[in-house]
């Protein structure tokens, strides 16, 4: 499965690859976009998740880019 995620800051559109199956938890999104997940902030199809949550084929994945200013 191909799962689509669109990055902020920037907008970027990344494919990831996350194997053959029906799911996967967004923990395995993160580690192969290279994101821990106190880093980011995600959204599945517009509702904020966490880590645990899963991800299906179809779904919009947007991660949000934590920034912390002094």
Same mark, same amino acid.
């Given at each position: 499965m191909i799962v689509e995620v669109v990055t902020y800051p920037g907008g970027e559109l990344v494919k990831v690859d996350v194997g053959s199956k029906d799911f996967v938890? @967004?923990?395995v999104v993160l580690r192969r976009l290279g994101y821990r997940p106190y880093e980011v902030v995600v959204t599945v199809n517009g509702e904020l998740v966490t880590e645990d949550d @899963? @991800?299906?084929d179809g779904d919009l994945v947007e991660v949000y880019k934590v920034?912390? @200013?002094g």
């Open positions: 938890p @967004v923990a @899963v @991800v299906r920034m912390s @200013v």
